[in-house]
């Protein structure tokens, strides 16, 4: 079954079409890539399907109910939740308070409450923390709860964006360029990381990613973007022997 089904979606500045006639389905659970060369329209494509911006033209159907233009606090709010390719985390606060709050926002449960103490509030302050650390457990910042999110590594902080974007409890996960900063041994661990967070969280995973060997071995297909067009969509393999897609890269170098 599809989660995702964008039509005919597309998204213009001024005379510059970021994303043309663009329609494709992502399956539930599935692992899918979006790649292309830089500027290929691929964070635009990211910033419709979660409201940031609204398409010029197109449908986006999440589980069946079309989503285009809602704002992206109810995108959050159907199950949709995405990490940034230029970081967007709290850097005077600590790696648990970013995720904390991210789940407040999720909980609708009021900060103040929390700190003058009223019971029901205290007990959800709590669950949040705790699952807060859990979720840290999860991507590796085991023992780094309390370092301020400026400090860290860039790979530590895109795995702090993915708790965070974790602890809104989507269904459908947007990672924007996580490995983009890693080392080599980083950038192996996240596709264990994703796959582990698929499984265990019931997710579809949607992914941009120039680390092409990454997301060969990970995704279970691709769709390509060039200038905005869907070029190719299909099984890594079949993709990367496209000549279209090959074309597409080389022009890029
Ligand atoms: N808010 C905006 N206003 C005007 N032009 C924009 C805006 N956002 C993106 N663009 C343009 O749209 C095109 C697609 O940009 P986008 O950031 O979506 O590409 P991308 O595939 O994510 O590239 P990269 O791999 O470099 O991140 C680019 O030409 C970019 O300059
Ligand atoms: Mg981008």
Redesign the pocket.
Same mark, same amino acid.
């Given at each position: 079954m599809s989660v995702l089904e964008v039509k005919e979606l597309t998204r213009r %500045?001024g005379g &510059?079409v #970021?994303v043309n006639n663009v329609s494709f389905q992502v399956d539930e659970g599935e692992i899918f890539g979006l790649i292309?060369p830089?500027? #290929?329209?691929? @964070? @635009? %494509?990211f910033n419709m399907l979660t409201g940031m911006m609204p398409p010029s033209v197109g449908t986006i159907a999440y589980q069946g109910q079309e989503i285009q233009g809602f704002a992206p606090h109810r995108v959050a709010g159907c199950g949709i939740a995405r990490t940034f390719?230029n970081l967007r985390l709290f850097g005077n606060l600590s790696a648990l308070e970013n995720v904390a709050i991210a789940r407040h926002r999720h909980q609708k449960t009021n900060l103040f409450a929390g700190i003058l103490g009223l019971p029901n509030a205290r007990k959800a302050e709590q669950e949040t923390y705790d699952r807060a650390k859990e979720l840290l457990d999860l991507v590796g910042l085991t023992g780094k709860y309390r370092q301020q999110a400026r400090n860290f590594s860039y790979g530590d902080q895109r795995r702090l964006e993915i708790a965070r974007a974790l602890a809104l409890e989507p269904n459908l996960l947007l990672l924007d360029?996580p490995a983009a900063g890693m080392n080599p041994n980083e950038k192996s661990t996240l596709s264990d990381l994703i796959r582990q967070i698929r499984a265990q969280f019931n997710l579809t995973v949607l992914l941009?990613e120039?680390h092409i060997p990454l997301v060969m071995g990970l995704c279970d297909r691709l769709a390509v &973007?060039d200038f905005g067009e869907l070029i190719a969509l299909g099984a890594p393999d079949i993709v990367k022997a496209d000549p279209a897609v090959i074309e597409a890269y080389l022009g890029d170098e």
């Open positions: %500045f &510059l #970021a292309g830089n500027g #290929a329209g691929k @964070t @635009t %494509f390719q360029e941009i120039h &973007l």
